[in-house]
């Protein structure tokens, strides 16, 4: 089985790439971040006609989680159990889904980005990667947790460290956030397949730092240790990072046996 996660940056502006790259790497499921849609405004026949099922999850053009998949959708799940919440007045933003297809539980995450270090969204994000892996500890089976994290856990992990000295994404405390479920069993599929530079799945869209390759490795796909036995190979479709009317993340694609 072949799954995948991408952050598109608005599936209907994207959904003609999406298609294209399920067909082009043969995907069975995709996890999808940042829809920045209903599910009432999303352009699914050609998903349909492709053969595919979805479930998403979205309330405004923020945000925005969905899984697509031709192996079956079941027990969909969405949020997880003392999600926090944001906002005023506070309410759940739609950042994760879960669902089993062909047997894996697979949870498509879009990690809070943390804006800056004194804002009180970092405290929200790091509120919610604890309530994700209290929710994770109790998973069974075959687990994927999948999506952008928007956290780089190594220093090898952004184009030059300095450049994010006293930027979120690198301080310790997400990084002890990131390493936690390393800590209870998780691992991170795609490293050791895609090492060094080579791993960065995110190249902003300001002064061509995709083309100069300044990026960074903040889309994971972390297997628990029956799936991560599973894992064949991996890699980083940097070419879909290319073009005109790209998303700024790259797809990342894990093969299961």
Request: charged share 25%; glycine share 8%.
């Amino acid at each position: 089985m072949r799954i995948a996660t991408w952050n598109v940056n608005s599936l209907r502006s994207r959904i003609d790439r999406v298609e294209a790259l399920l067909q082009r790497h043969d995907i069975d499921v995709l996890a999808v971040q940042e829809t920045k849609a209903r599910e009432d405004q999303l352009p699914l026949m050609g998903l349909t006609v492709l053969g595919y099922d979805v479930a998403s999850a979205g309330y405004d053009q923020w945000n925005g989680v969905a899984i697509i998949s031709r192996v079956g959708i079941e027990d969909v799940q969405v949020g997880f159990p003392g999600m926090p919440t944001w906002g005023d007045p506070a309410a759940a933003e739609a950042r994760a889904i879960g669902a089993t297809c062909g047997g894996v539980r697979l949870w498509s995450l879009y990690v809070p980005n943390g804006r800056k270090v004194d804002d009180p969204h970092y405290v929200y994000k790091l509120e919610w990667l604890a309530r994700l892996r209290e929710a994770a500890r109790s998973m069974t089976g075959d687990v994927a947790l999948v999506g952008d994290w928007n956290i780089a856990p190594q220093d090898d992990d952004v184009f030059d460290i300095a450049v994010f000295a006293k930027s979120t994404h690198v301080t310790p405390p997400e990084r002890a956030a990131f390493a936690a479920f390393l800590e209870d069993g998780f691992v991170d599929v795609v490293r050791p397949h895609v090492p060094g530079p080579e791993g960065f799945t995110y190249w902003d869209y300001y002064r061509q730092r995709f083309e100069r390759n300044r990026g960074m490795r903040i889309d994971f796909v972390l297997g628990n240790a029956s799936l991560a036995a599973r894992v064949t190979g991996a890699f980083i479709d940097r070419d879909e990072r290319a073009g005109k009317g790209a998303s700024d993340h790259a797809p990342v694609v894990v093969d299961l046996s």
